[in-house]
């Protein structure tokens, strides 16, 4: 029994590419709480708060069942009215939210075009989609356009969705929103916009790097919870026929018990902060000056944003940096393929305001001594 799952861990050992999960150690490099707010007192406050005023801790079923709660309904029409969209959906983690728009929206006889690197979730969802899907070359909206213009040729009657990252999880470099937009107005097409790792570092107040396009009738955003904004979570934003639908349709949605209502008061305490305590935005931005400065030398890639990656490319070598520099005290963690492309294994630098200057200072040196 499970020989099979024993041989493929034995092959991923041979190889390098074992995972195991250990205990969070030395300075924070790797986590998405971007803005410090999982462990910070207004969070902790928000959700004490809750809890004496009886926001129950568990649901108790699916939202379409009992375990729809007022703070599932405030939270939604707080960041609908945030973000400024029509209408807002939780999900329980951003993966889900991911799986259940790409499995759902698109329909038989669609077309589902997507940046290269874009989220695992994402191909989940495509993997169950009813539409065909097709990759191109990372941030490159002209081949978005010409991907659309073949499918047309060929045939192609249907809905043409573009499914991109504003800001990508292991590069720290942004989509060309404006192009995929202009793209996607000239084909009418869908922009669906993945705003994990934006949502909350940029544009006004914290809505994202896609607030200029929130809002339009073919533009849906999905914002995950559990980054900068420190709690848990994910919300789909965009037109009201969209929520409708995967109210109606989204398996991922339908069949699975609601998040946890107070981690919905939660959600909207995050919010607020984001509204009213812009130096959080203005601290992180800072930090990711001084980084970019001090790590430039070491290879590091500038990307004007708090994800700075350290491209080794071979594996061992990446791992054997980042146990070094985790020995030093610092959580920096190796990234390597199949969450990256094959050569591609990196050092993921994720700059939050849980650390210092001079504790990323400190680190500019260890990493220094470590890459010999």
Known sequence: ?????????????????????????????????????????????????ALVRGVPVGSGGSRLLRGNHA?????????????????ALYFSSGYAANATLLATLPQRGDLIVHDALIHASAHEGMRLARAESVGVAHKDAQAVDEAIARWRRAGGRGTAWIAVESLYSMDGDRAPLEDLADVAARHDAVLLIDEAHATGVFGPDGRGLAAGLEGQANV?????????????????????????????????????????PLM???????????????????????????????????GVRATGSQILPL?????RRTMEVAQALQVRGFD?????????PEGTARLRISLTLNVSRGQVAALADALREALG
């Open 1 to 49: 029994m499970f020989d099979a799952q024993s041989k493929d861990l034995e092959r991923l050992g041979r190889i390098g590419r074992r995972r195991e999960l250990h205990p969070r150690a030395g300075a924070d490099f790797a986590s998405n709480d971007y803005l410090g707010l999982a462990e910070s007192a207004r969070l902790r406050e928000a959700v004490a708060e």
């Open 71 to 87: 703070e599932h309904e405030a939270l939604e029409a707080e960041a609908a009215a945030f973000f400024g969209s029509e209408a």
């Open 220 to 260: 849906v955003a999905l914002r995950t919870c559990g980054k900068a904004l420190g709690c848990e979570g994910a919300l789909v934003c965009g037109p009201q026929v969209v929520i409708d639908h995967l109210v109606n349709r989204g398996r991922g949605f339908i069949f699975s018990t609601a998040p946890s």
């Open 264 to 298: 919905a008061a939660a959600v909207r305490a995050s919010l607020k902060i984001l509204a009213d305590a812009p130096e959080r935005r203005t601290a992180l931005s800072q930090l990711v000056r001084d980084a970019e400065a001090l790590f430039a030398p070491l």
């Open 311 to 315: 491209v080794l490319g071979e594996d």
């Open 332 to 340: 920096v963690r190796g990234i390597r393929p199949p969450t990256v």
